[in-house]
């Protein structure tokens, strides 16, 4: 009888090394509760309300663990690269997946946690492109002359705003979508993604009323709310499409 190769998942030192010290953190944490308990009942032997605020433990130790664990599910997802395949509404999923209890951060709940993940990449990066997508207004003609694609143009309303100091800049609460978008194509080129990077950088053009330009876009913001976004690179544009066609299906975008 084979062996399932998913079983046999090592997992990374960073990984192991992230259990073994909430094993040590916890331990000590426990230790602390003991002692402080001590503290409280050596003081109580010669008076009442002699221990000192300071010296005690706000909450219990249930809610310290599920803190500390929820802590331990954010470094694991950053270690292990996971974020950069993941859009807005599947990292909201993941947050709310942890409050108010986590799953309990061990070996075996980290193995069904990514062996899961892994199996599942390539589809949770094809929604995320295909939300990317669903995004783009198709009541402007830069959008809606291909259907199924992302054009090498494309149109995005209600998402530029008046700066607090001058210009224009993204709206409060908009960076979401460009987030998702350049997170999508620094991954199709095989980069680094640095969370609100694209955002930050249109901003600083935007205020002094100039088109944003990098290697990958050029952009400019409007007063009606409108961004116009331009996708420079035709090969990530291709393949952008490509995972759109994947998602949909078999030639759907040759219809």
């Not at 003081?43 to 219990?60: C, K, Q």
Request: aromatic share 10%.
């Amino acid at each position: 009888m084979s062996t399932n190769p998913w079983t046999q998942l090592s997992l990374p030192v960073s990984l192991n090394d992230l259990l073994d010290a909430r094993e040590a953190a916890l331990r000590l944490h426990k230790d602390a509760r003991q002692l402080n308990d001590q503290a409280r009942e050596t003081l109580a032997a010669v008076g009442s309300y002699l221990m000192p605020h300071g010296g005690e433990f706000r909450d219990s130790l249930e809610k310290s663990l599920h803190e500390l664990d929820r802590s331990m599910w954010r470094r694991a997802f950053d270690l292990t690269g996971f974020k950069q395949l993941m859009d807005a509404e599947a990292v909201a999923d993941f947050e709310r997946s942890l409050s108010p209890k986590p799953p309990e951060f061990t070996d075996a709940n980290i193995r069904a946690t990514f062996i899961d993940l892994h199996m599942r990449a390539g589809e949770m990066f094809r929604r995320g492109i295909v939300n990317v997508f669903r995004y783009l207004s198709d009541d402007y003609k830069t959008n809606s002359a291909e259907p199924f694609r992302i054009g090498r143009k494309v149109v995005m309303g209600l998402i530029i705003g008046p700066s607090f100091r001058r210009g224009l800049q993204v709206r409060i609460g908009s960076g979401d979508r460009l987030n998702d978008i350049d997170r999508v194509i620094q991954t199709l080129d095989n980069k680094q993604f640095k969370p609100r990077q694209l955002e930050y950088a249109m901003n600083a053009a935007f205020e002094k009323g100039e088109v944003y330009e990098c290697d990958y876009y050029r952009a400019k913001g409007f007063k009606n709310g409108n961004l116009h976004l331009e996708f420079k690179r035709a090969d990530l544009l291709d393949l952008l499409n490509e995972q759109i066609a994947l998602h949909y299906g078999e030639n759907v975008l040759a219809h």
